[in-house]
C-alpha cells in the first residue's frame, strides 16, 4: 500500500487473503503491526479453523473439543478471538463473514474498499477434509454455524459495533438452532460428550449477552 502511494497510483485496494494459521498465530505480529499503522489495506483472514495444508495441525483458531492431528482428543481451548483483537487497534473497520451468507459478506467487502485505512474482515470457511464432513454439506456448514449463534455476524465500523444479516435477529435465544445439530455434522466432533455440548451452549448464551449489550454502541 505504501508503495503504491509512493508511486501515486490511486483508486487500487489493496488485498491480503491468509488462513487462520497465518494471521491468529504466525502472522499475528505483522497483523498487529499493520493495523497500529493503519495501512491502507484489506486483510482478509479465510478461516478454515486448523493448518489445513500442512496435514490439519492446531491453530489458535481451532475451535474446543476439535479433532486435528495434534489435538486428538479434542482442542481443549476455545478460539482465539481475532477480530476482536484487532478492533482494539482503533481501525476504521472490522468485520466477520461467512461463506453460508455471501451478500453479507459481498456487502462488507463493498463498503471496506471505499474505506480509507486498514479494514480487517474474518472469514469463516468449512473445509471438508479437515472438519470431516461430505463436501456437498458445505455451504449448509457456513450457515449452521452463524445460526447457532457460535459463529455471530457483525461489522465495527469507526469504533461502532453492530450485529448484521441474520444475526440481528439471534439476540432472541429462541430463534438460534442448537449447537448440537452443527457439531454433529463434523467428524472433527465425533468424539464430544454430552457434557461438552452443555460447555457448547453455555459458551454461546455468554456470548449473545455481550453481543446484546454491544449492539450499536461504541466499543473502542
Not at 471496506?112 to 469463516?124: D, E, M, T, V
Not at 452443527?182 to 455481550?210: A, C, M, N, P, S
Request: proline share 5%; aromatic share 10%.
Amino acid at each position: 500500500a505504501g508503495a503504491m502511494e509512493a508511486l501515486n497510483v490511486k483508486d487500487v485496494n489493496v488485498v491480503v487473503w491468509a488462513g487462520d494459521g497465518g494471521t491468529a498465530d504466525i502472522g499475528l505480529q505483522a497483523l498487529s503491526g499493520a493495523a497500529e499503522r493503519n495501512d491502507n489495506i484489506i486483510y482478509i483472514c479465510y478461516d478454515n479453523e486448523a493448518y489445513m495444508n500442512t496435514g490439519i495441525q492446531r491453530s489458535g483458531l481451532t475451535p474446543y473439543k476439535a479433532w486435528t492431528t495434534t489435538t486428538v482428543t479434542g482442542k481443549t481451548e476455545f478460539k482465539k478471538n481475532v477480530p476482536a483483537i484487532v478492533t482494539q487497534h482503533k481501525v476504521p473497520y472490522v468485520a466477520t463473514a461467512s461463506i453460508g451468507f455471501p451478500l453479507d459478506f459481498a456487502e462488507k467487502l463493498q463498503k471496506a474498499s471505499k474505506i480509507k485505512g486498514f479494514k480487517y474482515i474474518h472469514l469463516l470457511s468449512p473445509c471438508p477434509v479437515g472438519w470431516r464432513f461430505d463436501p456437498s454439506l458445505t455451504i449448509e456448514m457456513g450457515r449452521l454455524a452463524v445460526l447457532t449463534g457460535l459463529w455471530p455476524l457483525y461489522e465495527v465500523e469507526n469504533g461502532v459495533f453492530r450485529l448484521t444479516g441474520p444475526s440481528i435477529g439471534l439476540v432472541d435465544k429462541k430463534r438460534r438452532l442448537p449447537v448440537e445439530k452443527y457439531l454433529r455434522l463434523q467428524g472433527r466432533f465425533k468424539h464430544i460428550t454430552d457434557k461438552d455440548i452443555k460447555v457448547y451452549e453455555e459458551y454461546v448464551d455468554r456470548l449473545w449477552e455481550t453481543l446484546r449489550e454491544l449492539h450499536g454502541k461504541r466499543v473502542v
